[in-house]
């Protein structure tokens, strides 16, 4: 795929369910700073892009598994991509469990979640299973068909926004602000599907420009979204709400068209890229480790990497369970996506040291 | 071959799942309801072994054309607001539309005790605007809906727009479920709410009640409600009469059409906190009985807009009085200004007793800059 691609898909893997709820956790502790600490906890996912680039770069004729395999051996190194898999399958059953349920609460609450749940898998593994290119295109797509909706926050903002929700800046204290912007920095997780996405890019040398540019066209947005939602609702009333930016929607009768909240929930119900993307990626790995013919087996281990995550979604009870488990699930999300490049940096290291001693 | 299977089974799934199989309804089984009104039970009673606490009233208009009544008014009454709607399933034999509400009235006795209760209710129910009206009203609210105004099609589309346009055509607040939510959370803030009356057969405004957080504790009439209004600087266009007197004998009698706007700024020495509140009036002179041609008398015009300025600062000055005084809350949302500035300190004591210690200024500046088709 081009550089441009990946942006794309950086993009919509980074914005899907989260953008709904990000003004919550942002203002929990810095209050009126919430954007502050939004703006801040978007360095996590460039740090994790820089730290795959100069590793990719070290490598640029291998894939991951290749990679993976030379550094650590042939089991470690297999045992690190199905680590990675596992992570990612995680990651998409978190995605469809928390789209089903706020889909039920908003436009379908007879539907049983299952059904829903099982919707949104079997669009995602159709998705996915058309390659990385189709998949990255369809990001791109859906990043146009996105954009105006980004414009709905003008009428909010002129009518019932307080600026003075917003001051004084910088007040709720270093420390508040920073213990938001590690929670926030947790909804910028996933970026770690870059170990994976970026050997597949043919112009590996726009990498970075491209992620950059699209970590900056998620962040900005989520800072505003989260601004405009402290100034609507002021940063005690928004820890109630489990989407803040439907209930911002929800609170003003637009002219015309009115319940703006459903019409943009009609729209947001093919968000969920990130569950096609983290799909793709942990397929083509699997079919790679395993050595498997794409063509031929590379739906087959997506239909099973699909099913996992399926009924690893069924988990949670309700949605109290699916935001618990949400949370900690989201503190993988660092873990891994700084773990794994600083990992195989280090072996990277030993491994030139170990060379050049011979 | 496999793939296009697989095509298919997804298609089929998601029009099957996707189409709402589950919460597809007929839209001709559902009862549009546009207004609904509560408080508290009066009677008593045990429901389920619980004691009744709500009464929930709904007006739908009747969309069947061949029927005699054109609005059906039903009453429930509940252990809960939302547990009142089991009643339902009795005597209704639709099923209700919740999202088409435009109006909730909640009688005086359930503004006494607190709206937070059954705000719950409504602010949990993704199907309800939270940009439905607002209003209290004397005595029980259900009571009202059996009003039925003669030249209107329902009492609900009457409400409606009487709340909904009172602001282009006085200085009266239009407060929303999502206003008095977040004035009632939101610490240095208390919201208002507009109180409906009955007055010989028809339903009209009366006046603004003061709330403490959610419990409603006083009201001002439709003569506090202007200065309120004006102070709480809600964004309006209305009529304001003047009367000018010189040496005791009156020498005009007029009315501008304004808007209103307001600027705040707080300064503090140390405990003491004072605020000058600038309120600015902009529009035209519609109407004064002195015959005097303004070009040829230029001071004339400084004169209307020196009187409404006073008018209106002496009401201002008279309610933030009766406010530090009586009220004790902060209703004309300025306590928002000193947060702005020292949050962390005023946060937690806003709510308690700053009102009445601060020093409160008000100046009036009124524009005149059209004089309608005379001059």
Same mark, same amino acid.
């Given at each position: ?358 | ?99 088409? =509400?435009?109006?909730?009235? &909640? ?6 005790? +607190?709206?937070? @209760? $059954? /705000?719950?209710? #409504? ?51 239009? =407060?929303?479920?999502?206003? &008095? ?6 610490? +240095?803030?208390? @919201? $208002? /709410?507009?109180? #409906? ?68 700024? $707080? ?109």
């Amino acid at each position: 795929m081009t550089s441009k691609q990946i942006g794309f898909m950086i993009l919509g893997t980074l914005v899907g369910i989260n953008f709904l709820t990000i003004p919550r956790t942002a203002s929990e502790w810095a209050q009126q700073d919430a954007w502050i600490a939004v703006l801040i906890g978007a360095l996590l996912p460039l740090v994790v892009l820089v730290l795959i680039e100069r590793l990719g770069r070290q490598f640029p004729e291998m894939d991951f598994i290749q990679m993976s395999q030379f550094l650590f051996g042939k089991i470690a190194g297999s045992v690190l991509v199905i680590l990675l898999c596992f992570h990612m399958i995680i990651g998409v059953a978190r995605e469809i469990a928390r789209f089903a349920y706020v889909e039920s609460t908003f436009l379908l609450p007879a539907t049983p979640i299952w059904a829903i749940s099982l919707l949104i898998l079997l669009v995602s593994l159709y998705v996915a299973g058309q390659g990385a290119q189709v998949v990255a295109r369809i990001n791109e797509l859906l990043f146009y068909l996105y954009l105006p909706a980004f414009f709905l926050i003008v009428y909010p903002l002129m009518t019932v926004a307080d600026y003075t929700y917003l001051l004084p800046v910088g007040g709720s204290g270093i420390g508040s602000i920073a213990r938001s912007a590690f929670d926030v920095s947790l909804y910028f997780g996933r970026m770690e599907f870059l170990m994976v996405a970026y050997f597949m890019v043919t112009r590996k040398d726009e990498v970075l420009k491209a992620g950059a540019v699209a970590l900056v066209a998620v962040a900005v947005p989520y800072m505003l979204f989260t601004a405009v939602c402290v100034m609507v609702f002021g940063a005690e009333d928004l820890q109630d709400q489990i989407t803040p930016i439907l209930a911002m929607f929800k609170s003003v009768a637009y002219p015309i068209l009115e319940r703006m909240d459903l019409l943009f929930m009609v729209a947001w119900s093919v968000a969920f890229r990130p569950a096609f993307n983290l799909l793709c990626m942990s397929g083509y790995s699997l079919t790679r480790l395993l050595n498997l013919q794409k063509r031929k087996h590379y739906l087959m281990i997506l239909t099973v990497s699909g099913t996992a995550a399926y009924l690893l979604s069924s988990i949670p009870r309700n949605i109290v369970d699916v935001i618990i488990y949400s949370n900690w699930q989201g503190f993988t999300h660092p873990i891994v996506g700084l773990g794994y490049p600083l990992l195989y940096h280090l072996a990277a290291r030993i491994r030139g040291g170990q060379k050049q001693n011979v | 071959m496999f793939k296009k299977i697989s095509l298919i089974l997804i298609i089929l799934t998601a029009i099957t799942t996707g189409s709402g199989c589950w919460d597809a309804q007929d839209i001709a089984e559902r009862s549009v309801v546009v207004l609904g009104a509560v408080d508290l039970n009066q009677e008593g009673g045990i429901q389920f072994g619980k004691p009744v606490q709500y009464d929930a009233t709904i007006l739908m208009p009747n969309l069947y054309t061949d029927t005699a009544e054109k609005v059906r008014i039903a009453r429930v009454s509940g252990v809960s607001l939302s547990g009142s709607r089991d009643q339902r399933a009795y005597i209704n034999p639709q099923t209700i539309l919740t999202s088409m =509400i435009r109006v909730y009235l &909640f009688g005086e006795s359930m503004s006494i005790s +607190g709206l937070a @209760p $059954v /705000l719950d209710s #409504l602010l949990r129910n993704p199907l309800l605007s939270n940009s439905v009206y607002m209003a209290t009203t004397e005595g029980q609210a259900g009571d009202m809906i059996t009003v039925q105004p003669p030249d209107f099609p329902d009492l609900g589309i009457y409400i409606i727009d009487l709340l909904r346009k009172v602001n282009d055509k006085s200085f009266f607040p239009v =407060i929303t479920l999502h206003d &008095f939510r977040v004035q009632s959370a939101s610490p +240095g803030k208390n @919201p $208002v /709410l507009p109180i #409906l009356r009955v007055d010989a057969g028809e339903v009209k405004i009366s006046g603004l009640g003061i709330f403490r957080k959610d419990k409603l504790i006083d009201r001002v009439g439709l003569d506090g409600a202007r200065p309120l209004t004006l102070l709480r600087g809600v964004k309006c266009k209305g009529y304001i009469p003047f009367v000018i007197t010189r040496e005791g004998e009156e020498v005009d009698r007029g009315t501008v059409f304004v808007g209103n706007g307001r600027k705040v700024r $707080v300064e503090r020495q140390g405990d003491q906190y004072t605020f000058n509140i600038t309120i600015t009036l902009k529009g035209q002179l519609i109407e004064h009985e002195n015959p005097v041609i303004l070009t040829r008398n230029r001071e004339f015009l400084s004169m209307i807009e020196a009187q409404v300025a006073a008018d209106i600062e002496s009401e201002c000055q008279t309610l933030i009085d009766t406010m530090q005084e009586e009220f004790k809350v902060d209703c004309i949302d300025i306590s928002k200004y000193a947060l702005a500035k020292w949050r962390s300190e005023l946060e937690d004591t806003v709510d308690e007793g700053f009102i009445e210690r601060a020093n409160i200024n008000v100046d009036v500046k009124v524009h005149i800059g059209n004089t309608g088709d005379l001059i």
